[in-house]
Structure formats: C-alpha cells, structure tokens
C-alpha cells in the first residue's frame, strides 16, 4: 500500500491507497506543515497526525511505498534540510530511502501525470509549475512577500487593501469593511494594526474566503480582487505555455479553487483547464511514485476521496474549509 502526504501552509493531507485494487482506503487531515510558516515541531506532529487518521481510517495497512510532498521543501538549503530531517525521523519503511518532494511537484504529477503540462497551484502560497521533456520546472512562489500571487493570502491582503481605500474614500463602497469588522471584532483601523503587530499568514490567509463570500453576494470591489487573482493565474499559465510549441494539458489546483468565480473566470479562457482542489494534490504523489500514468484511474481515486470526506472529523473538515 502507498502513503502519500500532502503538507502546506493550512493543512496536512495522507492518504493510504491500496494499488493493487486501485482503492483509496485511508484520508487523514491535520494542520500545516511548511516550515516557513510552523515550527519544526509543529510541521512533525501534524505530519504524523494526519498519516494517524488515515492509517484509523483504512484499518490494518501494510505500508511499502511513501511519500511526502511537503510546502518549502526545495524553496532553500536550511528548509529543505529541516524537511529531510523531520521525514527521517517518522517514516516508517527506511528513513534513508524516504521520498520527499515539494508539493508543487504532487500538484504537477495530479494534472499532467508526467507528461508534458502546466499547472498552477493556489493555496495559502501559490507556484506555477510545468514539465517539459520531463524536466520540472518552477515559476513564481517566491514569497508571501513578493509574490504568491492569486494565493488565499494574496486574495486576503489585497481584500483588505481594497477596504482600506474604500473606507479613506479613495475608491467606491465595499461591504469588506463590515466584514473584516465583524471577524475580529475590531474597528478596521484597529484589526490592521492587530495583523500587523501579531501576524499570522494563516489567519490572514483564511480572510478570503470573506472576500470570496462578498463577491458571491455582489459586491463589486470584492468581485474586482478575485478578477484581479484570475488575471495574475492567467499571467502565469500564458507564459508557462511559451515554453511550448505545441499544445499540453492545463490545469490550476488548491483551496483557491473553491472560488466559483475564479472557476468560472479560468473555465471561459481556457475551457480544456482541469480544476482539483487542494485536498486532491496527495493523489499526484501516490500515482507519481506508483508509475501510474492513468487519468482514468486518477479520477477514479478523486471521487472516491470526495466520497470520505463526509467521514471526517470535524476538525478535519473544517481544516478543509468544508461545513
């Protein structure tokens, strides 16, 4: 059986799929573990508690194959020396042989199954990413600082910038200002300096799906940051597809696409786009390291994971951003 685990800035994802019978029997879900937003404790414990509630769920396994696709593994020296060590010193098969990857490399495998395609991953962080004579190569995902663009937090920080103008009257009225009110319980002026003094990218990043809300329920300026995030995905796919001469798959993945409206934006300029969420990225890993290049069976193995997430703690689901 094969453990695949799926580690970001929000949450941990390990599935346990028996590939002898093309059966997804395990899903577990705990909090995040990227090393540049947790500590190294923090990342360990949640990796472990995720592959706990998968291994719960799947009852009696026999793992023989693992692997891990991990956020800021590959992104610098001292992050992906942690990373290493975190995995050697939990997987169970042989610690020495512990297959590790970015999760931008799962979220590759999931669209493209090692062909030649682009994709764009969209969670807390963001990165684009294309293969190409079977070579990975990466495109954005520097930082939240410079770049993540089209991100959860991205789509936050801009949410709040917008308020910010709408409430200096620099631009037109935004339902935004109530809302982030509302949330912390503060004065807008108030909630920033807050943020600011006791940052935290996760809580700021979770502010988009406030956005999202507002946008679903009209207003314009919160409708305007999301069209602004499918235009920075649209910047990175069109220029992901110069490095090709030929047509290849497309496809955008992560909790952002839980937006209808960024769906619906990406579905009108690229129709052929496939869209995953991010609880489906483990998935990539698990067919990469299987060698398994069936779409068919990768379909199968996402709606058979949709189909447990009703079995989910609620803790687990809500970590998922599911009610």
Excluded: C
């Excluded at 042989?94 to 990857?101: C, L, N």
């Excluded at 507002?214 to 220029?239: C, P, Q, R, T």
């Amino acid at each position: 059986m094969i453990l695949s685990v799926d580690g970001g800035g929000t949450k941990t994802v390990a599935i346990i799929i028996d590939e002898a019978n093309n059966e997804l029997t395990g899903l577990g879900v705990s909090g995040p573990s990227n090393v540049r937003s947790v500590s190294a404790v923090t990342s360990r414990k949640n990796i472990l508690k995720a592959i706990k509630n998968a291994e719960k769920m799947a009852g009696m396994v026999n793992i023989t194959e693992a692997i891990y696709g991990i956020a800021g593994y590959g992104d610098s020296i001292a992050y992906t020396a942690e990373l290493e060590s975190i995995i050697q010193s939990i997987d169970k098969l042989s610690p020495s042989h512990a297959v590790i990857t970015n999760d931008g490399e799962a979220a590759a495998y999931l669209i493209t199954m090692g062909n030649d395609g682009i994709v764009t991953a969209l969670g807390t962080g963001s990165v684009g990413a294309y293969i190409k004579n079977g070579k990975l190569n990466r495109v954005g995902g520097w930082s939240y600082l410079t770049d993540d663009v089209a991100s959860g937090y991205w789509i936050a920080r801009t949410g709040m910038e917008m308020a910010e103008k709408s409430y200096d009257g620099l631009i037109g009225q935004t339902s935004l200002i109530e809302k982030f009110q509302d949330y912390f319980k503060l004065s807008l002026r108030d909630l920033v300096a807050n943020l600011e003094e006791y940052f935290n990218k996760r809580i700021m990043a979770s502010l988009a799906m406030l956005v999202n809300t507002e946008a679903e329920n009209g207003d314009e300026i919160s409708e305007k940051v999301l069209y602004m995030a499918f235009k920075e995905i649209k910047l990175m796919i069109d220029g992901m597809r110069e490095k090709f001469d030929k047509p290849v798959v497309i496809g955008s993945v992560g909790g952002v696409m839980r937006s209808r409206k960024i769906r619906e934006f990406l579905q009108e300029e690229y129709p052929e786009i496939n869209i995953f969420y991010g609880y489906h990225v483990a998935i990539g890993n698990a067919m990469r390291i299987s060698g398994n290049k069936s779409a068919e069976i990768r379909d199968m193995f996402v709606s058979q994971l949709n189909e447990k997430l009703p079995s989910l703690s609620r803790t687990e689901r809500e970590l998922l951003f599911l009610k």
